[in-house]
């Protein structure tokens, strides 16, 4: 059983769906999985999910918010609940919100470091109702049918027998314990060819681990077809030795991509340094970074041959004390142009409201940037702070945050949207009319 939430957003046990009424829309959830998931919230000992939710009251129901981060949450009873991204919750119905949030992800997702092994044809009409968790266990299990396809890699392991013929090494301490009376048996350490090395076992228990996950047919038929492949393949006894033990040697390049789905798998389904635990198993993503991550592959891309992209810029502080430079300041992304004059640009995951005052943006963005600004441009120059692009936010204000009142002439902060498109025109929607005439020039 899954359920599926926004970010943000709320779950419910379904035991007080009478006292929610229409007064909150939330999530219901078995008693047993919401007690857990409280537990959770309430544990001493912080946890990587106990970070993506929070515990509150509303209406006099306990409830359970879920953060910005992203993916599916499992419980003991069975159920998870996907979170998915906030960017298609105002769609016409629940049905296309959640597949256009879901397609939105999986594109991201594709342009992040740890997950680029994500098919590009995830964005298609067959997926939209299909589950995260499904998505991603179909994507595991089709790179391992590649791999099948293409051929299994035995390996030569060491093997210590008493047999009826002497082939190898004949070692001496276990002839004489073993074969004092029988003269014709050899107690040998031979080499033998065979499909039992660590990759291959990696997969094989990673395989046993997604069938107690996986309640879609069609994954279940492909499952048992993959495991028959790896019959005569034990599973592994040791997933962090094995995983130590990896080499990969030149021709196993079609190993690549399930073995990076089989150590997120065993993991306990935790990316992006979230390392999983035995009790909370959690597929979750911080929305930031992926945002930051996606911006700036497409950035890249689109800049390469006319500018450099740096992101996570780190040479610059904030200031100096007792002689050593403190507040390290971080933009998320430094364009520097083959002709010179650098652009600053951050990314923030937040749908602006444009009748919000100022927008909706936070003053202490505009602080953050307006020391971007003096340290890594010198005072002079464009800033852009960058927003997913929304119904309510297509284009970019039409006039700059101006800092001249505060000391520099022609520093100017522009607000801008990130327009992502499931055909690959994803961009950031910039107008030359507007001013931002650098950045353009960088893009033409």
Not at 258 to 279: H, R, Y
């Amino acid at each position: 059983m899954h359920s599926t939430v926004f970010e943000y957003g709320y779950i419910a046990c379904k035991d007080d769906a009478p006292q929610l009424e229409s007064q909150i829309r939330a999530v219901l959830i078995s008693a047993r999985a919401f007690r857990y998931l409280k537990g959770v919230c309430l544990s001493a000992e912080p946890s990587n999910l106990s970070r993506c939710l929070s515990l509150s009251k509303r209406y006099g129901v306990e409830l359970i918010q879920v953060k910005n981060y992203v993916g599916v949450v499992f419980t003991p009873t069975g159920e998870h609940i996907e979170i998915l991204p906030k960017i298609g919750r105002k769609a016409a119905n629940q049905e296309e919100a959640e597949a256009r949030s879901r397609d939105t992800l999986l594109l991201m997702l594709q342009h992040l470091g740890s997950f680029r092994h994500i098919s590009a044809n995830q964005a298609s009409v067959a997926n939209k109702r299909m589950p995260l968790l499904e998505v991603f266990i179909q994507q595991f299990l089709q790179s391992v049918n590649r791999l099948i396809k293409r051929g299994l890699k035995s390996d030569y392991l060491s093997q210590q027998d008493n047999l009826s013929v002497q082939k190898g090494k004949l070692l001496v301490a276990q002839q004489l314990r073993h074969n004092i009376v029988n003269k014709h048996k050899f107690y040998v350490e031979f080499d033998k060819y065979m499909l039992n090395r660590p990759a291959n076992r990696l997969i094989a228990t990673a395989l046993q681990k997604v069938g107690s996950y996986t309640k879609l047919p069609s994954n279940q038929k492909l499952l048992r077809e993959l495991k028959f492949a790896f019959v005569d393949v034990p599973t592994s006894k040791s997933v962090s030795h094995d995983i130590a033990a990896l080499k990969l040697d030149r021709g196993m390049h079609d190993y690549h991509g399930p073995l990076e789905w089989v150590k997120l798998i065993l993991a306990g389904f935790s990316p992006l340094s979230m390392k999983g635990d035995t009790n909370s198993l959690s597929l979750l993503f911080p929305m930031e970074s992926v945002f930051e991550s996606y911006v700036a592959s497409v950035l890249r891309s689109q800049l390469e041959g006319r500018a450099a992209l740096q992101t996570q810029a780190q040479s610059k502080y904030l200031v100096r004390h007792e002689k050593q430079r403190k507040f390290q300041l971080k933009p998320d992304l430094l364009i520097k142009p083959n002709l010179g004059g650098d652009i600053v640009l951050d990314t923030k995951w937040k749908l602006l409201d444009l009748n919000e005052h100022n927008y909706g943006v936070s003053q202490s963005d505009l602080y953050q940037m307006f020391a971007y600004g003096h340290k890594y441009l010198g005072g002079k120059g464009d800033l852009y702070l960058i927003y997913p692009s929304h119904d309510g936010f297509k284009s970019a204000l039409p006039s700059a945050f101006e800092f001249n009142d505060l000391g520099s002439e022609s520093l100017r902060l522009w607000i801008v949207p990130f327009a992502t498109a499931l055909d690959g025109t994803s961009r950031l929607v910039v107008n030359q009319q507007h001013g931002i005439n650098r950045l353009m020039n960088s893009l033409s």
